[in-house]
């Protein structure tokens, strides 16, 4: 089993950056992918990035591509997003998900078994 919590959200002015933090514990022994998800209100549930752990190949949504970056710390299990040049419209609940199974589809949701509880970011023009 394992768990996944993630932190760093909040309020932020638009132009602005955050870095979310997911940290990874319980049995992270077999991890293979954590990606990054959010969901607005009303709307459906959006890739943002994944990394595949140990082996550090990211990808990314088109949509954030170039603005959002994913890093990790293996030593901590945890899965960093940078996002920068924040616009209302990111505005969202931010999860992060993880996977012990290996994936042809690393940005989808249902390759994902364990869920955080998400945390807010809210973005003001």
């Known amino acids: 089993q394992i768990q996944v919590m993630e932190s760093g959200g909040g309020s932020v002015q638009a132009g602005g950056s955050l870095r979310l933090s997911c940290a990874a514990s319980?049995?992270?022994?077999?991890?293979?992918?954590i990606a990054w998800f959010r969901q607005a209100p009303g709307a459906e549930r959006e890739a943002l990035g994944s990394v595949g752990i140990g082996f550090g190949t990211t990808y990314y949504a088109a949509s954030v591509k170039g603005r959002f970056y994913l890093s990790q710390d293996s030593t901590k299990n945890t899965v960093y997003l940078q996002m920068n040049s924040l616009s209302p419209e990111d505005t969202a609940v931010y999860y992060c998900?993880?996977?012990?199974?290996?994936?042809?589809?690393?940005?989808?949701?249902?390759?994902?078994?364990?869920w955080g509880q998400g945390t807010q970011v809210t973005v003001s023009s």
């Open positions: 319980g049995n992270t022994y077999n991890l293979k992918f």
């Open positions: 998900a993880a996977t012990t199974d290996f994936t042809p589809s690393p940005l989808h949701p249902s390759a994902y078994k364990f």
